[in-house]
Nanobody
Framework: QVQLVESGGGLVQTGGSLRLSCAAS????????MGWFRQAPGKEREFVAA????????SGADSVKGRFTISRDNAKNTVYLQMNSLKPEDTAVYYC??????????????????WGQGTQVTVSS
């Protein structure tokens, strides 16, 4: 079992930046693919980005490419999401997720084995 705890969300104005963190329990963190997803009220959960234990990155949705960057520090069992140039459309609950490597696209949410509780990001106009 893996526990994931997100932090770093909050209220920010359009154009601002936030860095989300996801701290993972367990000693096999380096083997996991880590992903970030987000979900706005009334909408489906959306893939943001994913990163393998090796550091290989899967780019996220077109709406966030060039603005959001995923990274990880295996020594700290932590994955990050740096969010720049934030827009009101980025408002959502952001979730951290983990899975073992498998032959499934990293953007497929049901393929992930563990999920954090989510952290709210609100971008005001």
């Amino acid at each position: 079992q893996v526990q994931l705890v997100e932090s770093g969300g909050g209220l920010v104005q359009t154009g601002g930046s936030l860095r989300l963190s996801c701290a993972a329990s367990g000693r096999t963190f380096s083997a996991y693919v880590m992903g970030w997803f987000r979900q706005a009220p009334g909408k489906e959960r959306e893939f943001v980005a994913a990163i393998a234990g090796t550091g290989y990155i899967t780019s996220g949705a077109d709406s966030v490419k060039g603005r959001f960057t995923i990274s990880r520090d295996n020594a700290k069992n932590t994955v990050y999401l740096q969010m720049n140039s934030l827009k009101p459309e980025d408002t959502a609950v952001y979730y951290c997720a983990a899975r073992f490597p498998k032959g499934v696209s990293t953007w497929y949410a049901p393929s992930y084995d563990f999920w954090g509780q989510g952290t709210q990001v609100t971008v005001s106009s």
